[in-house]
C-alpha cells in the first residue's frame, strides 16, 4: 500500500444486521508494471512481441 502498488474500494452494503462496509482490492497502474515485472522475471510471463 506504501508504494502505491495497490489501493482499495469502500462499499456501504445494507445488510438486515445494519450498514456493512466491504473493501475491494485493486491494482493501480504501478502496481500492474511492478507485478509483470516480476512475472517475468520468475518466468511465469512471457514477453509477446510484434515482428512487423
Request: charged residues 25%; without cysteine; positive net charge.
Amino acid at each position: 500500500m506504501e508504494r502505491d502498488y495497490f489501493t482499495f474500494r469502500e462499499t456501504p452494503i445494507e445488510t438486515e444486521h445494519g450498514m456493512k462496509i466491504t473493501f475491494t482490492p485493486l491494482l493501480t497502474g504501478k502496481g500492474q508494471a511492478w507485478l509483470t515485472k516480476k512475472l517475468r522475471e520468475a518466468g511465469l510471463l512471457k514477453t509477446i512481441t510484434n515482428a512487423a
